[in-house]
């Protein structure tokens, strides 16, 4: 049974910083396309971040790119979202996500497994 278990979300303000962490079990991941989605109120889910297990450069959606990274901790089988410089309209629940591939999708459907989520909420 694949688990995914996200931590890591809470209220700050505008300006600051969150590292959310997904915890995963079950499986060895290390063929796996591991990501970050996000939905915000009355929006539609929104990809965020992804990379393949095995290496390779990540991948960012452009509203975040240059102050989110997406990182692993291949001893913890930990995957982790660095968000810096967080904007009002980054509030969401995000949700960690694995894929049975080697390739990266912006597609949510695309993915095989998904967390419970955990909410981000920046302040103004």
């Known amino acids: 049974q694949v688990q995914l278990v996200e931590s890591g979300g809470g209220l700050v303000q505008a300006g600051g910083s969150l590292r959310l962490s997904c915890a995963t079990s079950g499986r060895t991941f290390s063929s796996y396309a591991m990501g970050w989605f996000r939905q915000a109120p009355g929006k539609e889910r929104e990809f965020v971040a992804a990379f393949t297990w095995s290496g390779g450069n990540p991948y960012y959606a452009d509203s975040v790119k240059g102050r989110f990274t997406i990182s692993r901790d291949n001893a913890k089988n930990t995957v982790y979202l660095q968000m810096n410089s967080l904007k009002p309209e980054d509030t969401a629940v995000y949700y960690c996500?694995?894929?049975?591939?080697?390739?990266?999708?912006?597609?949510?459907?695309?993915?095989?497994?998904w967390g419970q989520g955990t909410q981000v909420t920046v302040s103004s």
């Open positions: 996500v694995a894929r049975r591939s080697y390739g990266i999708t912006r597609r949510g459907a695309d993915y095989d497994y």
